[in-house]
């Protein structure tokens, strides 16, 4: 990948996501289309965190006419194993465990995700035999 990837604020989280989820490069425009609407980001905001994302490497920026056009140069699925070993490292000990206790505390699981977990479980497993 050849970038130190960084943890990212929320904000420019949701603008990775909208260009994750994209078929294709975005504009700006296409992006502030899907954000969250309660927020309300100006124009100028959006072009803040496009700008911050680029020269974090997370987008490449391709100008077509008069726009410029969004596309992401790391995979979302990268992103988010490291984000997920981060959280398990720093508030869960590396602990599966402890992790898995955190989200279910005080709700009951149901069936089909207990199921759901010993299948994952199990192919884990496998790989390791």
Known sequence: ???SMKR?????R??????????????RSDIEVHLDKERK???TTVLSFLSRLE????VKV??????NYYSPRV?????????????????????LKNFVTALYDGRKMSQSEIQELKEYLDE???ETL
């Open 62 to 67: 391709e100008r077509v006419g008069r726009n």
């Open 41 to 43: 980001l100006t124009k």
């Open 55 to 58: 020269e974090k490497g997370f």
């Open 124 to 126: 884990l497993e496998e």
């Open 8 to 12: 990212l604020p929320d904000s420019e």
């Open 14 to 27: 949701e603008i990775m996501m909208i260009i994750w989820d994209a078929e294709e490069p975005v504009s």
């Open 1 to 3: 990948m050849g970038i």
């Open 75 to 95: 995979r979302k699925t990268e992103y988010l194993k490291r984000e997920s070993q981060t959280i398990l490292s720093r508030m869960y000990g590396n602990s």
